[in-house]
């Protein structure tokens, strides 16, 4: 299914909270068991789960028996069609109109085959010869469902890998996200001053949790904030006072003096112009969104990304934990049926 280093079923975050760690240490490891999750989704499904803007190349289809108006995908999954021609390899291809053509099945995508409206004049050409005489523009994928995931907190030129965005608590390493058409991979976040400080001293206590700021407005729920160099989770907003997580993330308790400054990981490095889009500029505020593959896709290549850092800390015995007593089975067993559920709800005949 090609590569997937710029597609990802699941996010960092997600991994994280599954296994229960904490820091950054281990983030680009956990991504790297993500990326080849994914990979072995592709594998097994001969299906993707997030689209790829691309033309692709089909012969002639007069040997299907139904004379040569019937083009076939089986080995692809079509969304939307944005050019189709006949004669593709001539020098003065032919554009079949949306008009001229159905895309089967008639209800919802994604598609396996076009056909042309035989009340039509149009029809499937070879051109000089029958090989690669069809072209089929468009986005291609099993679906393309998007969640809202805010929107840009600066305007980019089109060519930045640093964006900047207005809630870091809806975007993780390992999202897809859309803007506009140009479609980005999120690999890493930075952190960002969100515009407001703390407007009260804080104590060294866990249950120190509401923290007064100038402008509770700058902040949102769901968010790691950092304070100093400790971390806290947003769990609510009130007016301008945060109900917090304290010493969260691994970070250490501390006391913190009034007014200051507040961060959050709101700058997202991206990889541009992923899965066949195209980089384009974008004005601030811009909105944002995120791929969301199916549930039980995410949820495997979770549960195997999971399965993947067990087995490394186990050096790959099929065992983690030390002792006797406290040892733990990390051989699959459980994947093994998740992987046959998904066999039968999306795999492809043969694959």
């Not at 001539?90 to 159905?102: C, L, S």
Request: proline content about 4%; some cysteine; glycine content about 10%.
């Amino acid at each position: 299914m090609g590569n997937t280093a710029t597609r990802a079923y699941t996010t960092v975050a997600a991994v994280k909270a599954d296994v229960g760690l904490a820091g950054p240490d281990l983030d680009s490891l956990i991504l790297r068991n993500i990326k080849a999750a994914t990979q072995h989704i592709e594998n097994i499904l001969g299906r993707r789960f997030i689209p790829e803007t691309a033309a692709k190349l089909y012969r002639w289809p007069s040997q299907n028996g139904r004379g040569g108006y019937v083009l076939k995908f089986p080995d692809d999954d079509l969304l939307a069609v944005t050019l189709l021609q006949a004669k593709a390899q001539d020098t003065t291809p032919t554009t079949i109109v949306a008009a001229d053509y159905f895309k089967e099945p008639a209800n919802d995508p994604p598609y396996g085959s076009i056909e042309i409206d035989l009340s039509s004049s149009a029809a499937f050409e070879p051109g000089d010869t029958p090989q690669r005489s069809i072209s089929v523009a468009g986005r291609w994928a099993y679906c393309e469902d998007t969640e809202a995931a805010g929107a840009l907190a600066e305007a980019d030129d089109g060519s930045e890998t640093g964006l900047d965005v207005s809630d870091s608590s809806l975007i993780d390493v390992g999202n897809t996200i859309l803007i506009g058409t140009e479609a980005m991979f999120v690999s890493a976040k930075g952190s960002l001053d969100v515009g407001t400080n703390t407007n009260a001293a804080l104590t060294q206590d866990k249950a120190g949790t509401t923290v007064a700021v100038v402008d509770g407005t700058k902040v949102k729920a769901g968010e790691i904030i950092t304070v100093e160099s400790e971390r806290m989770l947003v769990e609510s907003v009130s007016g301008n006072s945060l109900a917090v997580k304290r010493a969260y993330d691994g970070s250490v308790l501390a006391s913190h003096l009034t007014n200051q400054d507040i961060y959050a990981p709101r700058t997202m490095t991206v990889v541009r112009a992923v899965n066949g889009t195209t980089a384009a500029a974008h004005n601030d505020a811009t909105a944002i969104t995120k791929y969301a593959p199916p549930g039980d896709i995410e949820e495997y290549c979770r549960a195997y990304a999971i399965n993947h850092h067990e087995q490394g800390k186990s050096g790959w015995t099929g065992v983690v934990g030390g002792s006797e007593g406290g040892a733990v089975e990390t051989t699959g067993k459980t994947l093994w049926g998740m992987r046959q559920d998904l066999v039968k709800e999306y795999g492809r005949v043969g694959v």
